[in-house]
């Protein structure tokens, strides 16, 4: 009986336990919606500048708005000189590598690979004038462009592989004296279009987001709080908060959810125990590139296909490219469905002139690390790119081609066509061998989700993760999930406590039965 009786109070001990885990608790206090109301630090209405007399003239360079610009505001430039934005790089550590510099200048990326010798093109997205080459000066004030981030006029606009100035036809004037605080215009201008078009790199980033809907992004909805992209990543002294992991390494300065919801933004506490393993995106994400397809593979190595000696194209119904002469062959998604990985804020990249170990197998440009062990990784939503780019089979690295120029001969590939010189030069360019050979290798990049957030309603339910067949975390990996794994332990275990659960009753009953029975014959 003692026996019985010891199997019966560890068995409810264990119910209770699994009881006190599974049901819901009261929810806490959160008071978060008050404070905000009480503390919420209001923006303060900016200068009107049609009344500054430095003005109040006709600029016949961009330069000549920047030098009116700092007249004022005499130290930020000195500011604006110290961000990634202006410097494409910024020291920081990677394991294996130590303190590196990294960023736009030296990360490879497999988009449209990299930044040195096709500086004319790609300064369109600097805040820069006059990034002709790799000799542009960062240390020069009067290259700086201030109109790009700080136009409110939305009339400002960078023209095509004109290293960096804006158009010609512009009134610099109207926008010198319309400036403000940037608007989602401002930051999408670049940020919606990186890569070569829109919502090519990010998938959660695309035109759509310039004056979104509910159903596109809670947050930045025209109808709803109408979010602009600097009330999360909030600025000091012009360093941004918010890291794009495809160019940093460090868990450092990020923009997080944590900011304004706090880490128990539920009623429900047993959510709230989620967001310990779990990032508040991946259940508030449940797809992304919602209206514009987004970009999800690009094949380099059939690019320079020509019809009779001239570069052609071939787009999908949706008008996307499906085959550029100068860039090969693309595949596009909507709707897409997130991979999820294991995040703890660092990452590892690739970078120029790095020995690629293995070539037979994917190279994964930049690894984002994390595991269930570690205690500050959380699941993440991603976007995983997929490429095949040159490489260097005899030195075993990455390719930088010349991609751009404006004119044929020069050994551009997007003019000439001819791989071997085009790496012959672009490698030169950045002071790397080049072994005359050409082939290609197969990369990934991680794109982490953070944007087209949901409304409640469509958020991930308990199911979406928890099933054994079609779990979204299927291949998330270092844990046990509850419906989505099996266990032959905690099914045996399962099933050993509702066996003694049954039995504990029985006997319970039995006990009472024969308890009834000897009072009667007494």
Not at 40 to 68: G, M, Y
Request: net charge neutral; with cysteine; glycine share 8%.
């Amino acid at each position: 009986m003692k026996k019985i009786l010891f199997l019966l109070a560890l068995a409810s001990i264990i119910i209770v336990s699994v009881l006190a885990v599974l049901l819901p608790k009261e929810a806490e206090d959160n008071s978060i919606a008050e404070l905000k109301k009480k503390y919420a630090v209001k923006d303060s209405i900016p200068a009107d500048h049609t009344k500054f007399e430095v003005l109040q003239k006709k600029f016949n360079t961009p330069s000549e708005v920047t030098e009116a610009c700092l007249s004022c505001h005499t130290e930020r430039g000195k500011e604006v000189m110290r961000s990634s934005h202006w410097n494409w790089e910024r020291q920081e550590y990677i394991k294996g590598k130590g303190i590196v510099s990294i960023g736009k200048k030296n990360a490879i990326n497999n988009f449209c690979i990299g930044v040195e010798g096709n500086e004319q093109s790609c300064a369109k997205c600097h805040i820069g004038f006059g990034m002709t080459d790799s000799m542009f000066s960062y240390t020069d004030q009067k290259n700086i462009d201030c109109m790009v981030c700080h136009d409110n006029t939305e009339t400002y606009e960078k023209g095509n592989e004109k290293s960096g100035y804006p158009d010609a036809k512009l009134d610099l004037q109207k926008i010198a004296t319309g400036i403000g605080k940037p608007k989602r215009s401002n930051c999408g201008v670049c940020h919606f279009f990186g890569g070569g078009g829109n919502n090519v790199k990010h998938g959660d980033l695309e035109k759509s987001m310039f004056e979104p809907t509910r159903e596109i992004d809670i947050h930045m909805a025209a109808e709803g709080p109408n979010m602009q992209c600097v009330d999360c990543h909030v600025t000091k002294e012009h360093q941004m908060l918010g890291r794009v992991y495809s160019l940093s390494s460090m868990n450092k300065d990020r923009s997080e959810c944590e900011q304004c919801h706090t880490e128990s933004p539920h009623e429900n506490s047993t959510l709230n125990e989620h967001t310990l393993k779990v990032a508040c995106q991946t259940c508030h994400i449940p797809v992304y590139a919602k209206v514009n397809s987004t970009k999800m593979e690009w094949d380099w190595s059939t690019a320079g296909q020509l019809r009779g000696g001239e570069p052609f194209e071939i787009d999908d119904s949706l008008g996307n490219h499906e085959y550029l002469s100068i860039k090969g062959s693309f595949k596009w998604e909507r709707n897409v469905t997130p991979d999820y990985i294991w995040f703890n804020g660092t990452a590892d990249h690739y970078l120029l002139g790095d020995k690629i170990e293995d070539t037979s197998g994917v190279l994964v440009l930049n690894r984002l690390n994390g595991s269930y062990s570690d205690k500050k990784s959380k699941i993440i939503p991603v976007k995983i790119h997929k490429a095949r780019q040159p490489f260097d089979p005899v030195t075993g690295m990455l390719l930088q081609p010349k991609l751009f120029s404006d004119k044929t001969g020069e050994g551009a590939f997007w003019k000439d066509f001819d791989w071997v010189r085009a790496s012959d030069v672009g490698m030169k360019e950045v002071g790397l061998q080049f072994s005359g050979n050409v082939s290609f290798i197969n990369t990934e990049m991680n794109w982490p989700v953070n944007h087209m957030v949901s409304k409640k309603e469509e958020s991930l339910k308990c199911t979406d993760c928890h099933d054994s067949k079609n779990s979204r975390l299927a291949g998330v990996p270092g844990f046990y999930m509850p419906a989505r794994d099996s266990s032959a332990i905690i099914d045996y275990s399962g099933a050993a406590i509702i066996l003694l659960t049954i039995f504990g009753v029985m006997v319970h009953l039995s006990i009472r039965v024969a308890s009834k029975a000897k009072r009667k014959v007494k």
